[in-house]
T-cell receptor, first 114, second 116 residues
């Protein structure tokens, strides 16, 4: 069965520091992978996605993620974090089939220190 | 483009009453829409998948008679929580998949339901 693991429940970084949020997936075929961000009380905003092709994906707000098939990972990175990046981040994998529903990780809460 | 709205954004209702939540795709047609539930500080749990003009597919453990889903048009899906109880209090989020496009969903802003 497909699954997504985000090992870090909560991460705190200083403003201006680099960031890496980890995501590991379990899926039999080539996965469709997504990173979403959620601010408190809000819906989800898509940061970036990987379907195929270049394994380094650029997203909005200066985020990027790298698909590594050998490690079943899709880690999210940002070279310099801004205070406004504080939010909950969810990694998701497309579950396949005609419905195309998503399976989400448990999320990583990012706090940013001034 | 690809905007999904939900209405209401928050609602308070009394135990035993029913409440309807609307999910609309504003600038695209969505054959398939998804309903998720999110408890505080937790991830999204898929409740059901609704397809325009057909019955919804519910995930295991979700009571279809309690959470009624109707997807009567290509831009509107509704979730009705019937005979609501305090344990139904949660954040409900819908998403919509553009017709002909697989594996990319656009999410609504969510609806906060509080049952007193």
């Amino acid at each position: 069965a497909q699954s997504v693991t985000q090992p870090d429940i909560h991460i705190t970084v200083s403003e201006g520091a680099s960031l890496e949020l980890r995501c590991n997936y379990s899926y039999g075929a080539t996965p469709y992978l997504f990173w979403y961000v959620q601010s408190p009380g809000q819906g989800l905003q898509l940061l970036l996605k990987y379907f195929s092709g270049d394994t380094l994906v650029q997203g909005i707000k200066g985020f990027e993620a790298e698909f590594k098939r050998s490690q079943s990972s899709f880690n999210l990175r940002k070279p310099s974090v801004h205070w406004s990046d504080a939010a909950e981040y969810f990694c998701a994998v497309g579950a396949g089939g005609s419905q195309g529903n998503l399976i989400f990780g448990k999320g990583t809460k990012l706090s940013v220190k001034p | 483009g690809a905007v999904v709205s939900q209405h209401p954004s928050w609602v308070i209702c009394k135990s035993g009453t029913s409440v309807k939540i609307e999910c609309r795709s504003l600038d695209f047609q969505a054959t398939t829409m998804f309903w998720y539930r999110q408890f505080p500080k937790q991830s999204l749990m898929l409740m059901a998948t609704s397809n325009e003009g057909s019955k919804a597919t519910y995930e295991q453990g979700v009571e279809k008679d309690k959470f009624l889903i109707n997807h009567a048009s290509l831009t509107l899906s509704t979730l009705t929580v019937t005979s609501a109880h305090p344990e139904d209090s949660s954040f409900y989020i819908c998403s919509a998949r553009e017709t002909g496009v697989t594996h990319e969903q656009y999410f609504g802003p969510g609806t906060r339901l509080t049952v007193t």
